[in-house]
């Protein structure tokens, strides 16, 4: 069964500060792996994905992810972060791109400090 | 990315009742939509698996009499909490994919509280 693993419960960073944050999967076969990012009370919105290729992804907001099979890692990293990154973030792996469900790792919780 | 919106965003019934939510892929046919629940503090749990004119596939521990899901067009799922109790309180999300969309867009998600 695929699993998530987000050992961070809860990081804080001085705005400007360059961020990561750690995720862990285990699943057989090639994984397809999504970062999230979740406000206070709201939905969830796609940061990035990774299908294949390039094993380092680019998002939005200026985020970017990098596939490490070896290490079954999809850490995301930010070089510059701004207060408005505050939020919990979602590490999540799909056996397919889209018609499979998502399993979500427990979150990480960012705040982000003047 | 495609739409997809959930109604009511918040809803607060007492205990014993029914409540319906409603999730609306409003610009794709979403041929699949997925019912996750999120307690507080907690990660996305997938309650269950909706594929269109199917019956839904449920997850291990989760009720199919309680949480009633129908997904009768491309367009529309429901899911249906029956004889709500304070202990079904939580974050309700949908997600939809479909066609050539090639991911899940997450609905906003519902806010139920059970008095």
């Known amino acids: 069964a695929q699993s998530v693993t987000q050992p961070d419960i809860h990081i804080t960073v001085s705005e400007g500060a360059s961020l990561e944050l750690r995720c862990n999967y285990s699943y057989g076969a090639t994984p397809y792996l999504f970062w999230y990012v979740q406000s206070p009370g709201q939905g969830l919105q796609l940061l990035l994905k990774y299908f294949s290729g390039d094993t380092l992804v680019q998002g939005i907001k200026g985020f970017e992810a990098e596939f490490k099979r070896s290490q079954s890692s999809f850490n995301l990293r930010k070089p510059s972060v701004h207060w408005s990154d505050a939020a919990e973030y979602f590490c999540?792996?799909?056996?397919?791109?889209?018609?499979?469900?998502?399993?979500f790792g427990k979150g990480t919780r960012l705040s982000v400090i003047a | 990315g495609a739409v997809v919106s959930q109604h009511p965003s918040r809803v607060i019934c007492k205990s014993g009742t029914s409540v319906k939510i409603e999730c609306r892929s409003l610009?794709?046919?979403?041929?699949?939509m997925f019912w996750y629940r999120q307690f507080p503090k907690q990660s996305l749990m997938l309650m269950a698996t909706s594929n269109e004119g199917s019956k839904a596939t449920y997850e291990q521990g989760v009720e199919k009499d309680k949480f009633l899901i129908n997904h009768a067009s491309l367009t529309l799922s429901t899911l249906t909490v029956t004889s709500a109790h304070p202990e079904d309180s939580s974050f309700y999300i949908c997600?939809?994919?479909?066609?050539?969309?090639?991911?899940?867009?997450f609905g906003p998600g519902t806010r139920l509280t059970v008095l």
């Open positions: 997600s939809a994919t479909g066609g050539e969309v090639n991911e899940q867009f």
């Open positions: 610009d794709f046919q979403a041929t699949t």
């Open positions: 999540a792996v799909a056996e397919s791109s889209g018609n499979t469900p998502l399993v």
